[in-house]
């Protein structure tokens, strides 16, 4: 059995070396201990003393925003205000030997009757991050978080025979009531990719994106495919354009609802676009120097002072794909 | 509307340059045309007079093994004779316009009434790839079907709400009759990693391996977690060794039953190996040298002649990224 206190590779000290770990959501730095778990340790975690927990309601995280500094680990006495669902609680791991846990709450941040008690909020995963309100180890745990309890809201019944589905191992799987079989948590391979062609790279706009907003082009990765032939198909069916070399650059964990996302630089072969009209608003070539402004806030505005143009905040693996191309650290 | 002919990124005589594209399994060129398919798709595909079909019973796939070159792709009408499925046909996507589709047979491999006619054989996914039995494009092929037909045959039914499901789009998803839930076939990504600290690499064996037989390690990426936090969490809880530097290698579609390898090198910030005695029967430093000359075959001899220790073979990733370590070719 491994001692939590020992674990060196979670020393917060350690600063990876790695594009990935500047990226929001990418702190994570819990001891999982997801082999030494049996059908007491959920309820051990939950009454040790140094126990916190995050309580989460719909993508939505409770934050007490009174005081100094906002708090989203919260003594699990405190969620008992909260209609708190015990039943649903995970084990996300241990800081230095303390456990972190996550349950969801049954409150609807979006409902009319609903009111939370003077100094706490329900903030969203994309707010902490663009806001800077939790430190990056924190932001990590909340991603955790956020995929874990996600999955096991989608995963009650099994896949196979539809038999109603039971959390173990204090979250880190389920197993069916009916035929016994275990499911374990789902993770998206999604890769985001930034086509390049000397001094442009390629940007589109969903139909749903925000008037100005472009970003870099995005898929989930099918059955069958490598990361680089993923790159190849969706940059071709969203924009026409054939591919050459991949680059790997970062990854991300995005609790949306869990995926992982994989970020790329695409050499392309062409450069006639031929977009994908049910996917795309728009989509084409943007010169390093339009990009590099409009990073530092110095792009073209419209009337009204907005931006003709922008790119998706900082927290997005998109934007640093982006700045890390405009700054020549792009391994292309 | 895209026509299938005109779609040049899946053009055979372009050669990927990356890694991955070397690898088995990885060769898959078909066009899925994923968002032009509707609910007469399948019917029109499998009544193409070009269309094709693999037969997959359990991990094998049907294959006529008399003549010049063994045969997987069969007419539609040729499984007629193999207990086949047709209401669980997938279509893959085309070949130059011509469908190509996989279907379930009804077969037990393992069973003792088990016969096939003469000239025909089901053959594993792993002898495939092993013995060059299939061009690279039609292994990729396999791995996609073997993953698309594993995924639906374990969704049947809905993981929110335990009603029946129905294949949807050709195969390109589910939904549930029940809840109108829609469900994407799953794709879950493993690191594989080679840990090396100056001119040796780390190597384990699970207790399940032939004796002998040494890997990779290797593991599943948690929620929370980026390719490279996972290589460290794996590499220490397996080992006991912190990790430095990660570096992306090479992807890999694995069929067993629907992952994604990712392949990457790992920097060893020490030598002491602390092993994980649940998961691993074995696990230690091999010199470059040593690795050389396992690789060609070269190593050193049981008195039967057996090898004292060898690698998985060339159609595994981890062959590959202990082969490109010892020519040079790794990015550490």
Known sequence: MSNPFTRAFLDPHFLPPETSAALSFSGGRLDRLSEDRDEHTLQRAMDHPEARIWGLAKGRVLMRVEGEAPIGLHRVDVLADFAPQPDRAVLLGYDQGAPRLAMPLKLDPDGEDFALPQGHALIDFRSLAAQALLPPHELGQVAQAGALLAW?????????????????????????????????????????????????????????????????????????????????????????????????HATQPWPFPHTLMIGCYAQALEETIVKDEAELDDCRWFHRDEVRAVLAGEGEKNEDGSPKFFMPPKLAIANRLVADWVEGRASI
């Open 152 to 248: 096991h809201g989608t995963n009650r019944f099994c896949s196979y025979c539809g038999g109603k589905t039971q959390a173990q191992e204090a979250g880190a799987k389920r197993q069916c009531t009916a035929c016994g079989r275990q499911h374990f948590p789902r993770t998206d391979p999604v890769v985001i990719m930034l086509t390049v062609r000397g001094d442009h790279c390629l940007l589109g706009r969903s139909h749903h994106f925000p008037p100005g907003m472009y970003s870099a082009l995005a898929g989930f990765v099918e059955p069958g495919e490598t990361m680089e032939s993923a790159v190849r198909r969706e940059t071709f069916e969203e924009a026409g354009i054939r591919i050459g070399a991949v680059h790997y």
